[in-house]
């Protein structure tokens, strides 16, 4: 690790099954003469990617922004569920208290209501 620890680094881990590869993530570090001073440490040494930090973060930023959206559009559908369900219950009471009306005409009601089914 002291190897890969130099200027720009700001971290290094151990990841894979056996720990056997090594995350170095910084800015303007030399990966050639890392890899060189590496092989000659180790033996073996061999890059397998190099990728932008920044674009990593922008990925990770367009994923939670995609999760939050989804997230979001489910909660308004719950709402608009919600809403119809209320709505659906206050129309079927509607009609409910129209049907006893039209069955017994003089049945007395608490409030004066008008028969709109729609």
């Known amino acids: 690790m002291a190897i890969a620890s130099k200027y720009g680094?700001?971290?290094?881990?151990?990841?894979?099954t056996l720990r056997d590869e090594i995350v170095l993530i910084g800015e303007?570090?030399?990966?050639?003469c890392l890899?060189?001073?590496?092989?000659?440490?180790f033996g073996h040494a061999s890059i397998v990617t190099i990728e932008d930090k920044e674009k990593l973060e922008k990925e990770e930023d367009e994923k939670k922004k995609k999760e939050e959206d989804e997230l979001k559009k489910?909660?308004?559908e719950e709402e608009k569920d919600?809403?119809?369900?209320?709505?659906?219950?206050?129309?079927?009471?509607?009609?409910?208290?129209?049907?006893r009306?039209?069955?017994n005409p003089y049945y007395i009601t608490q409030h004066n209501m008008k028969c709109n089914f729609f």
């Open 35 to 41: 890899t060189k001073r590496l092989r000659d440490k």
């Open 74 to 76: 489910f909660k308004d």
């Open 82 to 99: 919600k809403k119809e369900a209320e709505f659906t219950a206050e129309r079927e009471k509607n009609e409910l208290e129209c049907y």
């Open 28 to 32: 303007d570090v030399d990966v050639p």
């Open 9 to 16: 680094v700001e971290s290094v881990t151990l990841e894979g």
């Open 101 to 103: 009306r039209m069955q």
